[in-house]
């Protein structure tokens, strides 16, 4: 059974930075494309990001393109979502994601089997 753990989240202001990072265990993920997605209150999930762990081709929605970067390190089996210039848009609880046998660009929601437990980001102005 995948088991994926996020944390990092906290209370920044405007303009700062934050890592998040996803610890994945259960499995050998080779073949396992690995995502970030959002969701603020009163709104749906929202893909943010994904990374093919074999490889490190990688996607982004057009909201976080160039401030946020996914990434990940295969000797601690940990993905990250290093993500700048922060803005109160970006207040949300964030969810780490794992499916075998998706495309990279996959942004649904319904496309990823695991999921972890979330962690809030909120940036306040």
């Known amino acids: 059974q995948v088991q994926l753990v996020e944390s990092g989240g906290g209370l920044v202001q405007a303009g700062d930075s934050l890592r998040l990072s996803c610890v994945a265990s259960?499995?050998?993920?080779?073949?396992?494309?690995m995502g970030w997605f959002r969701q603020a209150p009163g709104k749906e999930r929202e893909f943010v990001a994904a990374i093919r762990w074999t490889g490190g081709a990688t996607s982004y929605s057009d909201s976080v393109k160039g401030r946020f970067t996914i990434s990940r390190d295969y000797t601690k089996n940990t993905l990250y979502l290093e993500m700048n210039n922060l803005t109160p848009e970006d207040t949300a609880v964030y969810y780490c994601a794992a499916d075998r046998s998706i495309a990279y660009w996959d942004m649904r929601p319904s496309s990823y089997d695991y999921w972890g437990q979330g962690t809030q980001v909120t940036v306040s102005s």
């Open positions: 259960g499995r050998t993920f080779g073949t396992y494309v």
